[in-house]
């Protein structure tokens, strides 16, 4: 994979952590102090996404990448991370990951439904209801950056800043 975007998500956001694994983004989630989080998201070229200003700044003035997250919704977050840093909300079967773990799934290809296990800590995951609700919110998230992205023109176009 080029260039693929890798995070490092510190406390307060594990759903967030979460759903960037599900939708296949390497993603480390940390509680521990500052400095030996920042070392290792330098380490591992990580994107550091926080919502603690001190650290957002301590990133920024080391001159690595941080976000910080405005909000405590996981759809604004996505909307936030689809603008600024253009990740890319879908599915892909080939790169999701535990959610749990952060440890590539493995999908077991001699089931009759599809069926992925995590290599890590051994939990099954499957297309089942659940799967029904994350798709849900998937698409409520691509909605959310859709409106946005027009809201934005709109601004422009008015020039309102
Ligand atoms: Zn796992």
Redesign the pocket.
């Known amino acids: 994979m080029k260039n693929e975007k890798k995070f490092l998500v510190n406390s307060m956001l594990g759903s967030l952590a979460r759903w960037l694994r599900i939708i296949g983004y390497d993603t480390v989630y940390w509680i521990g102090e500052d400095k030996d989080l920042l070392e290792k998201a330098s380490l591992e070229n990580r994107i550091i996404l926080t919502k603690d200003k001190n650290l957002y700044y301590q990133a920024i003035k080391n001159n690595m990448k941080a976000i910080l997250i405005k909000s405590n919704d996981i759809i604004s977050i996505f909307k936030q991370l689809v603008l600024e840093i253009g990740i890319n909300v879908k599915i892909n079967f080939e790169k999701t ?7 590539l ?1 493995i999908l077991n290809k001699n089931s009759i439904r599809k069926v992925w296990h ?6 099954k995951y499957w297309i089942g209801k659940h799967w029904k609700e994350i798709n849900r919110k998937i698409n409520l998230i691509k909605e959310g950056v859709k409106n946005e992205k027009y809201e934005v023109i709109i601004r422009r176009r008015k020039n309102i800043s």
């Open positions: 990951r535990c959610p749990l773990c952060n440890s799934l995590c290599p890590s800590c051994g939990k």
